[in-house]
């Protein structure tokens, strides 16, 4: 069965550096999202793209994140400035068709530790 | 916010009971989603329950969904030592807003 991966499934930086994290969606799929949990904590919406645009955005998507879709595999999310909160697990998820099909599949995450 | 809350926080039983989990959210909702998190790794979609529908099963799993108490009900039976994970409800808002998840409900099952 077709699967949402991502790469690394551990990063660990230091305050302030630029993380690049890597998702290669399902490759039918059309809709695209960032979901993080910070340990034991709620998985908290971050961005959702479609048709290479972000579509909605949540209050903890400032400046310092972006995404983007290079090529038509990847989908990555920019951190430009790391801060110790954003230490946390980073879901990448996509679907089909948000309204046909609204159930995300999810990759198994990058734990992004933050010294 | 239409934030999804479960209930209980923590639950732990004996192999073979039923389990059940509940989840509140505030806000009109198009659909709501059950997944299943194990330690570490990503969210599994289990089941969908439309704003229309009152019940649903997939194997072991039931769900209820009563939108004038803005609630709903996950029910795995027969559990097993593999149920042992993390559960989510997760609703989408009227205008096709992001999936929004609950804090979960983590689920041990003891062989």
């Known amino acids: 069965e077709p699967e949402v991966t991502q790469t690394p499934s551990h990063q660990v930086t230091q305050m302030g550096q630029e993380v690049i994290l890597r998702c290669v969606p399902i490759?039918?799929?059309?809709?695209f999202y960032w979901y993080r949990q910070i340990l034991g904590q709620k998985v908290e919406f971050l961005v959702s793209?479609?048709?290479?645009?972000?579509?909605?955005k949540s209050e903890i998507f400032d400046d310092q994140f972006s995404v983007e879709r290079p090529d038509g595999s990847n989908f990555t999310l920019k951190i430009r400035s790391t801060k110790l909160e954003d230490s946390a697990m980073y879901f990448c998820?996509?679907?089909?068709?948000?309204?046909?099909?609204?159930?995300?599949?999810f990759g198994n995450g990058t734990r992004l530790t933050v010294t | 916010s239409q934030q999804g809350e479960e209930d209980p926080q923590a639950l732990s039983i004996q192999e073979g009971e039923n389990a059940t989990m509940n989840c509140s959210y505030k806000?009109?909702?198009?659909?709501l989603q059950w997944y299943r998190q194990n330690s570490g790794r990503g969210l599994v979609h289990l089941i969908l329950?439309?704003?229309?529908?009152r019940e649903k099963h997939s194997g072991r799993l039931r769900v209820t969904l009563d939108t004038s108490k803005k609630s709903s009900s996950l029910l795995i039976t027969a559990s097993r030592a593999a149920d042992t994970a993390s559960y989510f409800c997760?609703?989408?808002?009227?205008?096709?807003?992001?999936?929004?998840f609950g804090k979960g409900t983590r689920l041990s099952v003891i062989a």
């Open positions: 490759s039918n799929h059309l809709y």
């Open positions: 806000t009109s909702i198009n659909n």
């Open positions: 329950i439309r704003s229309n529908e």
């Open positions: 998820a996509s679907n089909p068709d948000s309204r046909a099909s609204p159930a995300l599949h």
């Open positions: 793209f479609y048709n290479n645009e972000i579509s909605e």
């Open positions: 997760a609703t989408d808002g009227v205008g096709n807003t992001p999936l929004v």
